[in-house]
């Protein structure tokens, strides 16, 4: 909701960009209930164009079933050698939890039967990867903006932070990657269980991925163990949002 006073000075402002009133005048828009109506609805419009029409919002193309790829290319890591995430693969992922924690009200632990009995979201989406090649996939998965919902987002937090269970190469760090808000509340951002129709295979992340479908595949992020919210990415690794963004990549990699 918007505050009173935040309301009151919209609608004044609106007022006299429409040279409705004259900018000292503020008081007059209390003396003339129509024109407050009016600008209300002008209010009501620019909040649905903002959130349903301009780009940050906008959603990333879907396919049909029959643009599926035959074969989807797995990379980067393929299958995580960390002591910790084997023995979870052995286990065929019973005691595996995702935590939600940071800047949440309450933090949330999560099996994954408990993600798979919660409402999905199935897109079927193109990967494309910075190295130049790109597949087809359908996945299936919890809308994160429910689970943050669920969670309750603090007012500081700013960034989501992935954090995954493999490293990608020997002595270095863990993967991890981060979005804004905006991202980790958009409609396409899944927590994917499945990857055309079977439980995502090992190669492509298992037991749980997220979809960033507008931006490069490297931002979604493989083996997730934990999402935390936090308003500043200077904590993690060399400061830069993700793994790849500490070696030189970009941070929103937008298609
Ligand atoms: N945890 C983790 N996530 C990751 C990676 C990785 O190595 N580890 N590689 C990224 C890159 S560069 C790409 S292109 C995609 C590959 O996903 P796929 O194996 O399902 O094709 O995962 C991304 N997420
Ligand atoms: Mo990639």
């Not at 006073?5 to 003339?32: I, N």
């Not at 949330?108 to 190295?131: G, K, Y």
Request: aromatic residues 10%; hydrophobic residues 40%.
């Amino acid at each position: 909701m918007i505050p009173p006073s935040d309301r009151r000075r919209f609608l004044t402002r609106a007022a006299a960009t429409l040279g409705l009133l004259p900018l000292a005048g503020c008081d007059e828009l209390s003396a003339r209930p129509w024109l407050t109506r009016l600008l209300a609805s002008a209010e009501r419009l620019t909040h649905w164009a903002q959130r349903d029409l301009l780009p940050h919002r906008a959603l990333a193309r879907e396919y049909s079933e029959a643009d599926v790829s035959l074969v989807f290319k797995a990379n980067g890591s393929t299958n995580p050698r960390d002591p910790d995430y084997r023995r979870l693969a052995e286990g065929n992922f019973v005691d595996w939890r995702l935590d939600i924690r940071g800047l949440v009200e309450t933090p949330l632990r999560l099996s994954l039967d408990q993600l798979r009995a919660m409402p999905s979201r199935t897109q079927i989406t193109r990967h494309d990867c910075v190295e130049g090649w790109s597949c087809i996939g359908k996945w299936t998965g919890v809308p994160l903006a429910a689970l943050l919902a669920q969670a309750g987002m603090r007012p500081q937090a700013r960034y989501a932070v992935f954090h995954c269970a493999d490293t990608l190469e020997e002595g270095e760090d863990r993967y991890y990657e981060s979005v804004g808000l905006d991202d980790a509340t958009h409609p396409q951002t899944i927590l994917a269980y499945e990857l055309n129709g079977a439980p995502l295979p090992i190669a492509h992340g298992a037991p749980l991925r997220v979809r960033i479908e507008r931006q490069l595949g490297y931002k979604s992020a493989k083996y997730l163990m934990a999402i935390e919210l936090v308003d500043s990415l200077a904590g993690f690794g060399a400061g830069k949002g993700g793994f790849w963004e500490d070696r030189g990549y970009e941070w929103y990699a937008g298609i």
